[in-house]
């Protein structure tokens, strides 16, 4: 078999590689955002090295359930989602929108000017570079765009990574968002850590990506590895631990009375933690802030959720007074109304809202009961 | 790389307030005129602004002015929250940030040729006004024209000379009726469904335009069914939470739709399935 | 006989009879007669005995309270094509409130005495009263329920 058969845009790197790909976005000035250890989870953090990486740590994801554990092969990315999402970067929890002051004869409004940074992304699963392209039809591609979103996504540069262990509450297969990572990437990893040594498989997905991946040292990407990377990535699609029905978006048009809601209402808490960890929720509450002496002002926008009472208040009162409506709001936003509003479903798969919650409540399975309650085949 | 004014929609120009006039015990009249200097203030009929007072808050409002004519930016307000209570203490010669317009408008080209019935309640009265200019400034582009109005009282009758040279005028029907009379009303005493039964337009071929309270809005659309009007030619006005008035918020979502950027004038087919869906 | 024939025209022109078969408009015309109410006449006052219904061909009625130490209270204004009075059809047949004319009023009123004798002997007559009656009573208090929503009050 002859090399011209491999990609050539699919090279090879070992740890080594990996550490100079991380070296040289630092070097081009951006902030790397990579997996971190913390609290007993894996989060997203600030990463200079290779060495910064956790290695040979696995998690154990259930409804309601989350733990870390080790494993000896040293692998860094044989691990998915942890209850970070990339949003908080390009969208952060709190932002000053702008300020304010009383002027002679007026006001005066100030807009934010701060420098937008550049960021790398290492470690984007193909769950979460799903949701960077849904969040990129809500805040930049729409009618209106959202500057910081715009130009901070626009500066990014995306180093994904294929999930060759799925987690327990995975079901991106069935959404059609991995475990292979779709489009958007600048580089695509596919870590084989348990051949005869720790390797990397490296595809450019853009020109700046071919460029920085040209002047790392690697080495032609060789049939084997490539043929155990697909094995790998066709083994982690059949083993999702969930999966989510194909006509989930119908079944939840045609449920809106459904009575499982107040079933869901029975468990739910209404903590917002699913809103919180979900890779797409955008969802966004404004609050003034004033200094002491009433002077100055500043907007600030926060991340809120459909899951609190204030979200749909009206003069004289709320819209969503239950936690069933709130529920049946975000589950037929998520995998409903937002085709209809973006034209692609806002849930990939990634499955943090099932793990995150403090109950354990499981969207797969909501979905299918809303199916079975309403007596669909 | 730093974000530009001109690019950010959450960015507020300061407006200064000309003048302001009572029209009922909770509602009022701010006439507007951007602290930059003059220029006119383009918007289309049933479009609103999101009004910010400084260190209180921000809250969408419709436009009640002429969309025709080059005066200040006019908007009609009921107080009825923080935001809008803190409005109603302004007085001219305060600045507030203004932000808009945004939003869909009432349909008044499509309308041209039809008969053309608004129907109104409370303060619904206001985001309908510039239709009202609209149309009478293009009088003869349209069939009859029937304005009908409900109130809770006679005291709540918002805009009553303006109704009543409306209804002085032979071009237009305008018919109000009050929920409860009191003192002196000599005018009718009903539901303003009612007026759609009996007003004088041809079902087949009118477009209804409907704005007010929520459920006197579900009326309505039933009443118009009722005398034929089709839902593909109704049209009406949402309200729902709105904290960016540009789809980046997520409040004001009305099933498939964003109240703030589809709406707030929706046509009826549009929102149908889910318009009496329990808490929406 | 002349009279009797302008009613039946009447009748038969008015929405609330609409469709209804000749032999039952002449059967219905033969309880009509037309009556006339001047500004604030009263077409019915609360408690007195009800013995007749009223289509409203012209002008304003409003059925109205009278309450202590205030005006009257107008609980809704009816005009041409509204029909009103159904106290005859249920005991204890006496108004339930004034029924006043706003306007100068001309009004086509259907004795009830009349009415039940002829339903005695053509029940059918009767059902094809009830069946124009009951939408009217239903719309009504439609109009009630609406108007007790409150819609346009001030959420404060």
Redesign the interface.
């Given at each position: 078999m002859s090399e011209r058969a491999v990609p050539t845009n699919i090279r090879m790197i070992d740890r080594d590689g990996l550490d100079a790909l991380i070296r040289d976005l630092v070097g081009q000035g951006r902030r790397v955002i990579g997996p971190a250890l913390r609290d007993g989870a894996l989060v997203t953090g600030p990463v200079a090295s290779v060495d910064d990486l956790p290695a040979g740590v696995i998690d154990h994801q259930e409804a309601g359930g989350y733990h870390l554990d080790t494993h000896g092969n040293g692998a860094l990315f044989h691990n998915v989602v942890g209850p970070h999402t990339w949003k908080r970067y390009l969208y952060p929890p709190v932002r000053t929108?702008?300020s304010?002051r009383?002027a002679a004869?007026?006001?005066?409004?100030m807009?934010?000017?701060?420098?937008?940074p550049?960021y790398a992304f290492l470690g984007v699963r193909g769950c979460d570079l799903a949701a960077l392209r849904v969040l990129d039809r809500?805040?930049r591609d729409?009618?209106?765009?959202?500057?910081?979103y715009s130009?901070s996504r626009d500066?990014l540069f995306v180093v994904a990574v294929n999930c060759t262990r799925p987690g327990g509450t995975c079901f991106c297969a069935s959404m059609g968002c991995g475990p292979r990572v779709g489009e958007g990437f600048d580089l695509a990893l596919t870590e084989l850590p348990c051949e005869d040594r720790h390797v990397f498989l490296v595809e450019a997905g853009s020109e700046a990506g071919t460029a920085l991946l040209a002047g790392l040292p690697s080495e032609p990407a060789d049939r084997a590895a490539l043929a155990a990377a697909e094995a790998r990535l066709a083994e982690a699609a059949e083993s999702m631990g969930r999966e989510m029905i194909p006509d989930v978006a119908q079944v939840l048009?045609d449920g809106?009375?459904s009575p499982h809601w107040a079933t869901v209402a029975e468990r739910c808490l209404g903590c917002a933690n699913c809103t919180l960890v979900c890779p797409t929720c955008?969802?966004?509450?404004?609050e003034?802030v004033?200094d002491l002496s009433?002077a100055e002002?500043r907007?600030e926008?926060r991340w809120?959720s459909?899951f609190t009472l204030d979200?749909?208040?009206?003069?004289?009162?709320h819209?969503?007074?239950?936690g069933?409506?709130r529920y049946r709001?975000w589950i037929?936003?998520k995998l409903?109304?937002w085709?209809?509003?973006f034209g692609t479903s806002g849930c990939t798969g990634c499955g943090r809202c099932i793990t995150w919650c403090p109950v354990g409540i499981d969207i797969t399975e909501e979905a299918k009961a809303i199916k079975n309650r309403e007596g669909r085949a | 790389?730093?974000?530009?004014?001109a690019?950010?929609?959450?960015?507020?120009?300061?407006f200064?307030i000309l003048r302001k006039r009572r029209e009922l015990s909770d509602t009022f009249t701010l006439e507007l005129e951007p602290?930059g200097g003059h220029r006119k203030f383009a918007f289309r009929p049933g479009q609103f602004n999101m009004l910010y007072v400084?260190?209180?808050?921000?809250i969408p409002i419709s436009i009640s002015g002429d969309p025709d004519d080059d005066g200040p930016l006019v908007h009609t307000i009921r107080a009825?929250?923080t935001v809008?209570d803190a409005l109603r203490t302004m007085e001219p010669?305060g600045?507030?940030?203004v932000r808009g317009p945004f939003g869909s408008a009432w349909p008044v080209e499509s309308a041209e040729g039809r008969d053309v019935v608004l129907v109104t309640g409370g303060v619904g009265l206001a985001p309908m006004r510039p239709v009202i200019y609209h149309v009478l400034t293009n009088r003869q582009r349209y069939g009859k024209v029937v304005i009908l109005y409900g109130a809770r009282t006679p005291e709540d009758v918002l805009f009553r000379k303006q109704l009543e040279q409306w209804r002085s005028r032979f071009d237009l029907f305008v018919d109000v009726s009050v929920d409860r009379a009191t003192g002196r009303w000599r005018g009718r005493v009903g539901v303003v469904t009612k007026l759609i039964e009996r007003a004088g337009f041809d079902p087949h071929d009118a477009v209804a335009f409907v704005c007010g309270p929520e459920v006197m809005m579900r009326f309505s659309v039933q009443a118009l069914n009722e005398r034929g009007v089709a839902d593909e030619r109704i049209y009406l006005s949402m309200?729902?939470?709105m904290?960016?008035a540009?789809?980046?918020?997520?409040?004001c979502?009305f099933?498939?739709?964003?109240v703030c950027?589809d709406g707030p004038v929706f046509r009826f087919d549009a929102i149908r399935?889910?318009f009496s869906?329990?808490?929406? | 006989m002349v009279r009797i024939e302008g009613l039946e025209r009447i009748l038969r022109e008015h929405p609330f009879f609409e469709g209804l078969s000749a032999d039952y408009q002449d059967l219905f015309a033969g309880c009509a007669a037309n009556e006339r109410f001047e500004a604030g006449g009263f077409v019915g006052r609360e408690g007195e005995p009800a013995n007749k219904f009223y289509l409203v061909r012209h002008g304003i009625v409003a059925l109205e309270y009278a309450v202590p130490a205030r005006p009257p209270l107008v609980l809704e204004t009816l005009e041409e094509g509204d029909v009103f009075g159904w106290s005859w059809m249920v005991p204890p047949h006496t108004w339930a409130f004034d029924v006043r004319a706003m306007t100068l009023v001309r009004l086509i009123s259907l004795d009830a005495e009349c009415l039940r004798g002829k339903f005695e002997s053509d029940h059918r007559l009767g059902y094809e009263l009830f069946r124009r009656f009951v939408p009217v009573v239903a719309k009504r208090l439609a109009a009630a329920r609406m108007r007790l929503l409150d819609m346009y009050d001030s959420?404060?």
């Open positions: 929108l702008w304010a009383r004869g007026g006001l005066e409004v807009a934010d000017d701060a420098p937008v550049r809500v805040l729409d009618a209106f765009a959202d500057p910081y130009a500066a048009r809106l009375n955008f969802c966004s509450t404004v003034d004033t009433g002002a907007r926008r809120d459909c979200f749909s208040y009206i003069h004289g009162g819209i969503r007074r239950g069933d409506a709001q037929t936003h409903a109304h085709h209809d509003q | 790389m730093s974000l530009t004014a690019a950010d929609p959450m960015l507020p120009e300061p200064g602290l400084f260190g209180v808050g921000e009825v929250g809008s010669g600045a507030v940030g309200e729902r939470n904290k960016c540009v789809g980046f918020c997520g409040h979502q099933g498939g739709q964003f950027k399935d889910i869906v329990w808490e929406v | 959420p404060k």
